[in-house]
């Protein structure tokens, strides 16, 4: 697509519950990231995908938090039993490789744990 | 360890220039970002320098000293839509590191 795609825009859940987020790349991106933004925060790394492998999970806060990547294209981060802590705008950006190409964000999912 | 330092927040007058700081300590360096982002939204790309020396891209330039680990975004003829936070984030291979940010208020 002409950018990327992030589904759903908001999301409302209770705690405990689980989450699915979804990300669609631009076309010909190899690398995928996702962060995570706390209301008035920086962005903070969660996950970076290299095609379907993910060479780096440093940033996943818990066991609860997972992420896959189909091929080079859509990528799903999901969050199991929710906490209010996981309140967040979580943020997935694209790029052509892994190294120093700028990335194109997508305009996010705003997650609410009520 | 891996630090990037921005100020918090700068006010600064419509048509003025104003000058946002970054300072960082990381463990590798390929590059360093600014990014624009808007309350609510998306960042996006404003500049990237890996070289010493100045960018400028019209009102805007960002500046990089990598032996003093320090980098400006240059932002002039400031128009109220300049408001937004400004990111400072730096690559050491491939993820970035981000600042947390400085929050720009243009007053007019």
């Known amino acids: 697509g002409a950018g990327v795609s992030q589904s759903p825009s908001n999301k409302v859940t209770e705690k405990g519950k689980d989450v699915e987020l979804r990300c669609d790349p631009i076309?010909?991106?190899?690398?995928l990231y996702w962060y995570r933004q706390r209301l008035g925060q920086g962005l903070e790394f969660l996950i970076y995908f290299q095609g379907n492998s993910a060479p780096d999970k440093s940033g996943l806060p818990s066991d609860r938090f997972s992420a896959e990547r189909t091929g080079e294209s859509v990528s799903t981060l999901t969050i199991q039993r929710t906490q209010q802590e996981d309140s967040a705008v979580y943020l997935c950006?694209?790029?052509?490789?892994?190294?120093?190409?700028?990335?194109?964000f997508g305009s996010g999912t705003r997650l609410t744990v009520v | 360890g891996q630090n990037i330092d921005q100020p918090t927040e700068m006010t600064a007058t419509e048509g003025a220039i104003v000058q946002i700081n970054c300072t960082y300590q990381?463990?590798?360096?390929?590059?360093l970002f600014w990014y624009q982002q808007h309350a609510g939204e998306a960042p996006t790309f404003l500049s990237y320098n890996v070289l010493d020396g100045l960018e400028e891209k019209g009102r805007f330039s960002s500046f990089l000293s990598r032996s003093k680990g320090y980098s400006y975004l240059l932002l002039k003829e400031l128009q109220m839509k300049d408001s937004a936070s400004y990111l400072c984030a730096v690559t050491g291979t491939y993820k970035y590191i981000f600042g947390t940010g400085t929050r720009l208020k243009v007053l007019a």
């Open positions: 950006a694209s790029s052509k490789t892994g190294e120093g190409y700028g990335y194109t």
């Open positions: 076309s010909g991106h190899t690398a």
């Open positions: 990381t463990s590798g360096f390929n590059g």
